[in-house]
């Protein structure tokens, strides 16, 4: 089983921001593959479905970023699995706008979401880093994350989110740098 966390802050005030990019791929796989419909647990919203034979749990955490471990330990937890088994997708600063990468460990570089994730189970878990860019001036990042996606950043949002969707199958099989490849492929030129 995988657990797949989309970070994000909770309320229709944040759907659109920066920040909740995480919640939007989330969203655009529970639709894709057909999920359950979205049920509050685990200090946030679920949704289950099997992605390439395995069994998926998408969360949404309901807590406000900073606060996103509580929702994912409470989930591994009651599953009793291992942060290998976790996927993050999360918002990264410090890849341009519709770029994307994927490892596994690391630091938290800053995000209070893996911060948090990172104290409750440690830092043995997936990344899935979605480029959005940085607004240039470090004392600028807490607007510029918690602003609205642009109209013109709609060409690079909508395509990268589809194609994680699309090529998710890849992460469930273990094949991280496949699936990078092949969602870089897809939004090329974007």
């Known amino acids: 089983?995988?657990?797949?966390?989309?970070?994000?802050?909770?309320?229709?005030?944040?759907?659109?921001?920066?920040?909740?990019?995480?919640?939007?791929?989330?969203?655009?796989?529970?639709?894709r593959y057909n999920f359950s419909p979205w049920r509050k647990r685990f200090q946030g919203v679920t949704a289950e479905g099997t992605v390439a034979g395995d069994k998926v749990l998408a969360l949404e955490p309901g807590t406000f970023?900073?606060?996103?471990?509580?929702?994912?330990?409470?989930?591994?937890?009651?599953?009793?699995?291992?942060?290998?088994?976790?996927?993050?997708?999360?918002?990264?600063?410090d890849l341009p706008p519709g770029k994307m990468r994927v490892k596994k460990g690391g630091g938290h570089g800053g995000h209070n979401g893996l911060r948090s994730i990172d104290s409750h189970i440690g830092k043995d878990y997936w990344r899935i880093r979605l480029g959005i860019g940085h607004p240039g001036n470090k004392d600028l990042v807490s607007g510029y994350v918690l602003h609205d996606f642009a109209k013109a950043d709609q060409s690079w949002v909508e395509p990268l989110i589809d194609a994680v969707a699309d090529h998710l199958p890849l992460i469930v099989e273990g094949q991280p740098e496949l699936f990078m490849n092949k969602v870089t492929v897809a939004t090329q030129g974007r």
């Not at 290998?84 to 999360?90: L, P």
């Open 1 to 31: 089983m995988l657990l797949l966390v989309g970070l994000g802050n909770p309320g229709s005030e944040y759907a659109r921001n920066r920040h909740n990019i995480g919640f939007m791929a989330a969203e655009a796989i529970a639709r």
């Open 65 to 93: 970023m900073n606060l996103s471990g509580q929702s994912v330990v409470a989930a591994l937890q009651f599953f009793k699995l291992k942060p290998e088994n976790v996927v993050v997708i999360h918002d990264e600063l």
